[in-house]
Nanobody, 128 residues
């Protein structure tokens, strides 16, 4: 059974930093692409960042490029999202997701449909 557990969210002020973690179990972690998405109240879930297996390529939404960094530690079965220079518009629930196809490189890493497993999410609130 695949489980993804996010942590690291919180309430911060504009300009602050947070690091989100997502611990994975039940899959050969280093063989799966991973993604981060977020969803604000009343809005659709949107792509934030993705990292291919085993971690050589990363992708970002334009809104976070240059501020957020996605990385993975395959020895710890964990993917991270380092978020710097946070803005109020970054406020959302952040979700970790795993592509269920091992050793697969997807060109649609920005689509929610491309991921088979999801965590419960962690709330990030940025005050102005």
């Amino acid at each position: 059974q695949v489980q993804l557990v996010e942590s690291g969210g919180g309430l911060v002020q504009t300009g602050a930093s947070l690091r989100l973690s997502c611990a994975a179990s039940g899959l050969a972690f280093n063989s799966h692409g991973m993604g981060w998405f977020r969803q604000a109240p009343g809005k659709e879930r949107e792509f934030v960042a993705a990292i291919r297996y085993p971690g050589s390529s990363t992708y970002y939404a334009d809104s976070v490029k240059g501020r957020f960094t996605v990385s993975r530690d395959n020895a710890k079965n964990t993917v991270y999202l380092q978020m710097n220079s946070l803005k109020p518009e970054d406020t959302a629930k952040y979700y970790c997701a795993a592509d269920g196809r091992p050793s697969y490189i997807s060109i649609y890493y920005y689509r929610t449909q491309d991921y088979d497993y999801w965590g419960q999410g962690t709330q990030v609130t940025v005050s102005s």
